[in-house]
């Protein structure tokens, strides 16, 4: 039996513009595309940036006001974005607090959270400033257009 193709792979990257999108939702459960970057052109995260901006998200993101229906917090295999997944996620209000929770990332104090060889399988591979930098990349781009949070087809 042939395996169906995933409803992501049937989303033309090469259209794909940096922002927020629904990438699904399976019950009440949304998963939010979080494209940190335009597909194919060259420009991708390191593996210490996704590592960095994980770490600080994911910390942040369960601490909020939504804390309680995060699911997921976890970067893209390809490099340009992260995948959010809500328990009855609200488009405006995971907007919102994600907006608050990249804010919270560039004014963070100290070390990445989880930066030791106890809480990390590979602890020695995150960098504060390399989160903050991407988070505040992010925000510029989430700041700037009112997404519809439908994928450019």
């Known amino acids: 039996m042939k395996p169906q193709k995933i409803e992501s792979?049937?989303?033309?990257?090469?259209?794909l513009n940096p922002g927020i999108y629904v990438s699904r939702t399976d019950g009440d459960i949304v998963t939010y595309d979080l494209r940190t970057r335009?597909?194919?052109m060259g420009d991708y995260m390191?593996?210490?940036t996704m590592h960095s901006v994980e770490h600080m998200i994911a910390?942040?993101?369960?601490?909020s006001s939504i804390g309680r229906d995060i699911i997921y917090f976890g970067p893209m295999?390809?490099?340009t974005?992260?995948?959010?997944?809500?328990?009855?996620?609200?488009n405006e209000e995971v907007l919102a607090v994600l907006k608050e929770t990249l804010q919270k990332v560039i004014s963070h104090e100290g070390d990445v959270?989880?930066?030791s060889q106890i809480e990390c399988g590979n602890y020695k591979n995150?960098?504060?400033?390399?989160?903050?930098?991407?988070?505040?990349?992010?925000?510029?781009?989430?700041?700037?257009?009112t997404p519809d949070f439908k994928y450019e087809v």
């Open 81 to 90: 974005g992260f995948y959010l997944l809500v328990r009855n996620g609200k």
């Open 38 to 40: 335009k597909p194919n």
């Open 77 to 79: 295999g390809c490099q």
């Open 113 to 115: 959270f989880g930066a």
């Open 126 to 145: 995150l960098d504060i400033s390399l989160a903050k930098e991407e988070c505040r990349r992010y925000l510029d781009i989430l700041s700037s257009y």
């Open 9 to 15: 792979f049937k989303i033309d990257h090469n259209k």
């Open 46 to 48: 390191d593996n210490a």
């Open 59 to 63: 910390t942040y993101i369960r601490s």
